[in-house]
Nanobody, 114 residues
Framework: VQLQASGGGLVQTGGSLRLSCAASANILEFSGMAWFRQFPGSQRELAAVISRTGNTNYGESVKGRFTISRDISEKALYLQMDNLKPEDTAVYYC?????????WGQGTLVTVSS
């Protein structure tokens, strides 16, 4: 199983970006999928998660600004990020647990300039 993240880049404060994560397997076979982010010198933290049934949950710092979604037919996971702030600058990773095994995509860098 492979997860391929894309969509990162440089954006100004208040701007938007949409991250995509292409899965090589049927995403309904993942028990859950999520976006994590990692700040320089720190551990990864949860940004958003979506369950197999479509329930979503968000980290406190992104609630109301980020939206996680998926396209089952495209086998894709998305993270719409609005009203971005400099403190959102991080490497973003998509992840999912497939048949009990967690898989991670490579990170995509999001840089928000002030």
């Amino acid at each position: 199983v492979q997860l391929q993240a894309s969509g990162g880049g440089l954006v100004q404060t208040g701007g938007s970006l949409r991250l995509s994560c292409a899965a090589s397997a049927n995403i309904l076979e993942f028990s859950g999928m999520a976006w994590f982010r990692q700040f320089p010198g720190s551990q990864r933290e949860l940004a958003a998660v979506i369950s197999r049934t479509g329930n979503t949950n968000y980290g406190e710092s992104v609630k109301g600004r980020f939206t996680i979604s998926r396209d089952i037919s495209e086998k894709a996971l998305y993270l719409q990020m609005d009203n971005l702030k400099p403190e959102d600058t991080a490497v973003y990773y998509c992840t999912g647990t497939y048949r009990g095994t967690p898989y991670w995509g490579q990170g995509t860098l999001v840089t928000v300039s002030s």
